[in-house]
């Protein structure tokens, strides 16, 4: 799971199982970013990039 969507991930499980639910996340290795998530990457970089100059 792209670390980005671990937030949203968190906050589903506690809903869905009333506050009980948990999970541990461990580092496995890198992957590809997935096609939808690459634009948003990209502009949100750039934008970065031209905030600090």
Known sequence: M???E???YAI???VLSQGSGFFN???DSY???P???VDGIVKAYASEKNDSK
């Open 35 to 37: 096609s939808y998530l």
């Open 2 to 4: 792209p670390e980005s």
């Open 31 to 33: 992957q590809e970013v």
């Open 12 to 14: 589903r499980l506690r």
């Open 25 to 27: 996340r461990e580092f």
């Open 6 to 8: 671990i937030l949203d």
